[in-house]
């Protein structure tokens, strides 16, 4: 069975971090996949954000966090992560883990950041 289990979301202040963590199970080899994250704001399309997009780890990033996210990926623990610097009242959102290979996707049920003053 497949699952994508995120963690880390939670209330923050402008300026504030966030690490959000993706555990994932039942994808083998995990290091074969394609991941990233996702967010999704209420009444809006859901967005990636940031992805690992070959396996010798290069990255792309939406231009709203560039320089303010990095995401990684641990093929020993199966766990992406997405590191969130600098947070604005726009980075509000469900953040969603996704995992990817030869079309079959795989997604998570998302956890929510919310940044307030």
């Known amino acids: 069975q497949v699952q994508l289990v995120e963690s880390g979301g939670g209330l923050v202040q402008p300026g504030g971090s966030l690490t959000l963590s993706c555990a994932v199970s039942g994808l083998t080899p995990f290091n074969m996949y394609a991941v990233s994250w996702y967010r999704q704001h209420p009444g809006r399309v859901r967005e990636r954000v940031a992805a690992i997009i070959s396996a010798a780890g290069a990255t792309n990033y939406a231009d709203s966090v560039k320089d303010r996210f990095t995401i990684s990926r641990d093929n020993d623990k199966n766990t992406v992560s997405l590191e969130m610097n600098n947070l604005e009242f726009d980075d509000t959102a469900v953040y969603f883990c996704?995992?990817?290979?030869?079309?079959?996707?795989?997604w998570g049920q998302g956890t929510q950041v919310v940044v307030f003053s």
């Open positions: 996704y995992a990817v290979r030869y079309g079959n996707e795989y």
